[in-house]
Every structure is written in structure tokens, then in C-alpha cells.
């Protein structure tokens, strides 16, 4: 199961790639990685709502009852009380807060700024099922590398959209690799939107300038070469030895194990 969804209330709802780890959010100080999410409010957060249901009320879930012993309320608070205890102390989340309190006027402002669109709710079914679920709402994009105070040595590259004709957006969980294809369940949002799609479309293009990526182009002789404001590579950039190592190893491993 690769799905990545947060669904608030039935009302507002969080499509993307982005996994629950400290380098997905700004918090790694060897790398952390470039996400990217779309907030969907109206009947698209409905639409989310129904693949949580979809996958929750499923015969394949076991219950967690069925690994472990429910523990009672007051071990349940004992054990919230020491987290909180150490999440007060931790230096890394020094700019987040932990107490609770009344987030009213942050949820209220994305509103004002969200671009309206058509959005489709796409997701790999449990149970073979033939029903679009073609849903109207708004959406909005959120980005996050590195959270104060935490500053990694450099960030990692793990978007999972795409633009077309600056119209149309997809953002989800589906890498391109036979795993996503064959595998994982998958889920994301197709939004036809301009507002969006511009937006979008204007990260991935400074995402892809000279300055931050590498481009891959032919010499006379028909061989590849990698060329940035950085300079001029004949073979892949890495960060290290190790990663080449890597890249080496799984450049020979089978294409269904990727």
C-alpha cells in the first residue's frame, strides 16, 4: 500500500507523494526531500474521503487487535504524555508548536487563494469497481524542504506530478517504476485547472533550471554528457562513492524487483 492521503473532516483533504518521515519534512540534517502536495477542498475532499472508506471498511484490513493486546486508557496517556514531554525538549521542532490551540485562521486563509477546478479522485480499488469519481472542488499547492531550525547539506528530489498544457494537473503517490505500476496501490488527483496548472508548472520549471538540475544532451560523437551552471559531467552525478555503488547495483537488478 503506496497511498499517500490526509483527509480532515470530510473537508479538506492532502493528495501527494510525501511520506511520514522527518526527511519529507524539513526535519533531516543530511537531506530532506523537495515534495509537493495539493490541498482539495468541496466534493474532491468528499472523493478522498470515500478511497479512505474504500480501503478502511475493506475485507483484506485486519484489525490492529489482531497483532496486539488493547492497552487501557491510562497506559494510552501515559505513553502521549512522555511523547509530548519529549517533543517539548526536542531542539529540531523548536519553530513548531506543540501545545494545542485554534489553527481557525490558518485553515481560512488558503481558501481566499485556492484555484478553482475540476478534479478526478484515480486509486487502485481492493474490489474491482468501474465508477468514476468525477468531483468539483478547489485546490492549492503547499511546498516544504528544510523547517527551521533543521538545515540539511542537500535537499532530494521526490515530486510526483505532472502539467499538461498548463490546464491539466496530476499530483499522487505513482512512481515511475514497475513496482507503482505492478505492485503498490497507487492513488492521486487529476485537476483541470489553469490557476493551478501555472503554478505547478512554475516550480518545475525553476526545479528544472540550470542551476538546480542537470540537463542531458549529445556531443558530436553521439555520447552523453550531463551540463548545469555547475559544469560540465560525463557520467551521473552522486553525492558520494557509495551512492555510484548503488546505482551500479541497481542498474543490474531485476526490473520487477525496482
Known amino acids: 500500500m503506496h497511498n499517500k492521503l490526509l483527509v480532515a473532516d470530510t473537508q479538506m483533504a492532502i493528495f501527494g507523494g510525501r511520506n511520514v518521515g522527518d526527511r519529507y519534512f524539513g526535519l533531516n540534517h ?20 470515500q478511497i479512505f472508506d474504500h480501503f478502511w471498511n475493506s475485507e483484506r484490513v485486519s ?26 525538549h526536542a531542539a529540531d521542532l ?31 480499488r481492493l474490489i474491482p469497481d468501474s465508477a468514476a469519481l468525477s468531483q468539483h472542488g478547489v ?14 547539506r542537500f535537499p532530494g528530489l521526490h515530486t510526483e506530478a505532472a502539467v499538461i498544457d498548463r490546464e491539466i494537473v496530476y499530483v499522487g503517490s505513482l ?19 489553469p490557476g493551478l496548472a501555472e503554478a505547478i508548472a512554475a516550480i518545475a520549471e525553476r526545479d528544472m533550471a540550470p542551476e538546480n538540475s542537470w540537463r542531458v544532451e549529445l556531443d558530436e560523437d553521439g555520447k552523453l554528457f550531463l551540463e548545469s ?22 542498474r543490474i537488478a531485476p526490473e520487477g524487483q525496482l
Open 30 to 49: 543530511k537531506y530532506n526531500f523537495h515534495d509537493l502536495d495539493v490541498v482539495a477542498a468541496g466534493n474532491a475532499a468528499v472523493a478522498a474521503s
Open 63 to 88: 484489525p490492529t487487535a489482531a497483532f496486539v493486546d488493547d492497552p487501557s486508557w491510562e497506559k494510552i496517556e501515559a505513553v502521549k504524555a512522555r511523547t509530548l514531554d519529549d517533543l517539548r
Open 94 to 124: 523548536s519553530s513548531l508548536p506543540v501545545e494545542r490551540r485554534d489553527w481557525s485562521d490558518e485553515l481560512a486563509t488558503p481558501v481566499d487563494t485556492m484555484s478553482a477546478g475540476t478534479a478526478t479522485a484515480e486509486y487502485d
Open 139 to 152: 485546490a492549492r499547492l503547499a511546498e516544504i524542504v528544510d523547517t527551521a531550525p533543521v538545515k540539511a
Open 175 to 193: 512512481n515511475l517504476d514497475p513496482r507503482s505500476f505492478r505492485l503498490n496501490s497507487e492513488m492521486g488527483m487529476v485537476v483541470a485547472s
Open 229 to 250: 551552471t555547475a559544469g560540465t559531467l560525463t557520467r551521473q552525478p552522486a553525492q558520494s562513492r557509495w551512492q555510484r555503488v548503488q546505482a551500479f547495483f541497481f
